[in-house]
């Protein structure tokens, strides 16, 4: 059984900041690639955020130079600074992880709501 928890969510005014943290925990062999999705009301679900197992990063164009996504064992954060209305979404992980040398899935956490006032 793996389980990934976000934590950090809320409402924050435009221009502030906020710390995301999703944590994976089971039985893990090890965890590849861990990512950043939104999905804002009445749109599709985005990526936001890529950081693979080497620590190379990638970014949706709308968060560059704003967000910045790492990672320390089992955990992913996305901090994010300069926060705008249009990045007002659910934030969820979702990491690809083997519990086994070759059983790889991916997992997705349970969505933290992130909300920039004007």
């Known amino acids: 059984q793996v389980q990934l928890v976000e934590s950090g969510g809320g409402l924050v005014q435009a221009g502030g900041s906020l710390r995301l943290s999703c944590a994976a925990s089971g039985s893990i062999f090890r965890i590849s690639a861990m990512n950043w999705y939104r999905q804002a009301p009445g749109k599709q679900r985005e990526a936001v955020a890529t950081?693979?197992?080497?620590?190379n990063t990638n970014y949706a164009d709308s968060v560059k130079g704003r967000f910045t996504i790492s990672r320390d064992k089992n955990t992913v954060y996305l901090q994010m600074n300069s926060l705008k209305p249009e990045d007002t979404a659910v934030y969820y992980c979702?990491?690809?992880?083997?519990?086994?040398?070759?059983?790889?899935?991916?997992?997705w956490g349970q969505g933290t709501q992130v909300t920039v006032s004007s």
């Open positions: 979702k990491a690809t992880i083997f519990t086994t040398i070759s059983r790889a899935l991916d997992y």
């Open positions: 950081i693979t197992s080497l620590d």
